[in-house]
Every structure is written in C-alpha cells, then in structure tokens.
C-alpha cells in the first residue's frame, strides 16, 4: 500500500511555481498577484486564509488579504470585487466562503471576473469545464486529481465513485474524470446503496464530510482512495475514510492530514499563476 504524500506533491507543485514565478518576473517585471476576501471570524476560513497567504509568499506571488467583519454590507464586498477585477496588479480574486447568512453567495461570485476566478466557481468556468473547454479548474478536485494522475498515467475505462456532489469538489471532480475517460458515479446522501456502489471502483473520492464513513469491507483491492474529509473528533483530525482498516485493502490512499490539503492550497498557487500568465498573453 502507498500511502500518498499530499506534503511532498505539494512542495514540488510549488518549487516549479516559484522558479516560474521568478522568469515570468524577469520577463514582465511584474508577479502574479492574489487577492483573498474573507469576511467574520470563522475560525478555519481564518486558518485557511493565513495558510494561503503564507504559501504565495514562499513561491513569490503577492498576495493580500482584505478583512471585514461579520456584519459587513454585501454591496461594500462586491464593489470591492469590481474594484479588484479592474486592477493590473490582481491576476486571482479569492471569496472565502462560507459567507454569513445576508450575502448572497451567488452574487458574490458571478461579481468575480471569471478570468480571475482563481477557485473556478463562476459559472463561466463551471460551463467551460464541463464543456471540456480551458477553464480555471476548483484547487481542491485539481489537487485530488494531479494526486491520482501521480499514481495512474491510465484512467481510460477505470471506475471513479465519487462521494459528495457538492460544487466545491464533487461536481468539478466528475468533470476531470470524464475527461480522464472514467466511469463515474456521483454519489450523495440520496444513494441507496453506498456501500454497493463503492465496491465497484477503482477510485474513490470521498467527500461529504462523515468521519470514517468508508470502510474497509467497501473497497475493491487495489482501489485508489482519495480523502477530501477533515473532520475534527475526540481522537483528532479525521477524514472521510477509515485510514487504519483501508490502507489494508486500498493500493495507494491519502492520509489526513497531510493529503489533500496540502494539494489544495499549491493549486490554489498554480491557478494564480495560470491567471497572470494568460492575462499577459491576453
Ligand atoms: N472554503 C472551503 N474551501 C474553499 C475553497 O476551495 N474556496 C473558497 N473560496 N472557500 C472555501
């Protein structure tokens, strides 16, 4: 069993960013920059801010985060996402969500312009994706699936169930598997034999948020488990995946922490440097 290194893809994602962050900055005199909103005091959207700050500061991209509080007016975020969207120094806008309940989420969003959606959310780039056109692609299913494609150059005819079918992960990672030439089944709280259908793949990304909820009884040998969940328990951080009881059976699995995450946020890095580069060329 492989139990994937989601801190050392990562790390080698963002050293070949770093290196082409330093050429684009010779050749353009200029570095991409990213800029992330987050509005109140949610504590892991604050965790989550400050590790994405960091991480662009280590691979030389500018990045900024504007703060409001809780209580702030929708109209102050989105004129603050026009200005952003008009500014030569901004290549990637970053909305954090959740956002409190009096925001429209939606609206917020169709504000960014999708040639800075850094986290592939506006429908332009959800319609491009599953057009199979160019799009900025979603940092945590593009970190799930460069994961996989590590393991497996080959997923023509391989059999993807996927649990979840938020538009965060679940939706966009179908897309990327279609492409891929995968089966895919899209599995929710809805599906009436979870288990059933879990056996029957090669891959499977869980998502939804239930720690443990995959078993070791669920899975086909030599499956390839990829773990989305964080779920925080009396023992510590948990995924969606039973670890101990899967690594048994699974050819190669992520570990949480230390899989996804990691991916996620070098994606996030990867997607902003994209942005400034085509905005160069554009
Ligand atoms: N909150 C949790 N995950 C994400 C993400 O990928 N993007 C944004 N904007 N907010 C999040």
Redesign the pocket.
């Known amino acids: 069993m492989l139990k994937i290194d989601g801190k050392k893809a990562a790390a080698d994602l963002k050293a070949d960013l770093k290196k082409k962050v330093a050429e684009l900055k010779s050749t353009y005199n200029a570095v991409p920059g990213l800029t992330v909103i987050l509005v109140g005091e949610d504590t892991p959207?604050q965790i989550?801010v400050k590790n994405k700050e960091k991480s662009a500061n280590e691979v030389g991209i500018k990045s900024e985060v504007i703060r409001y509080p809780e209580k702030v007016e929708e109209k102050v975020v989105l004129d603050k996402i026009k200005e952003l969207n008009d500014n030569n120094e901004v290549s990637g806008i970053?909305?954090?969500?959740?956002l409190p309940k009096h925001i429209d989420k939606r609206k917020v969003i169709e504000a960014i312009n999708p040639s800075k959606d850094v986290?592939g959310?506006h429908p332009m780039n959800v319609g491009n994706l599953s057009s199979g056109y160019e799009s900025n692609i979603?940092?945590?299913p593009l970190g799930c699936y460069l994961l996989i494609k590590n393991i497996e150059k080959n997923l023509n005819g391989k059999h993807a169930v996927i649990i979840g079918r938020s538009n965060?992960n679940g939706k966009p990672m179908a897309q990327l598997l279609l492409k891929e030439n995968c089966t895919v089944t899209i599995t929710h709280s809805k599906t009436k034999d979870l288990k059933a259908e879990c056996a029957k793949a090669d891959i499977i990304i869980a998502a939804v948020g239930r720690p443990k909820l995959v078993k070791a009884d669920w899975v086909k040998k030599d499956a390839i488990i990829i773990d989305v969940g964080i779920n925080k328990t009396d023992s510590g951080l948990v995924g969606d995946v039973d670890f101990d009881g899967v690594s048994k059976v699974a050819k190669a699995i992520t570990p949480v922490p230390g899989g996804v995450g990691p991916m996620?946020i070098a994606c996030l890095l990867n997607n902003t440097v994209e942005c400034f580069k085509k905005a160069q060329s554009s």
């Open positions: 959207s989550y970053l909305v954090q969500l959740p986290d959310f979603p940092c945590t965060l996620t």
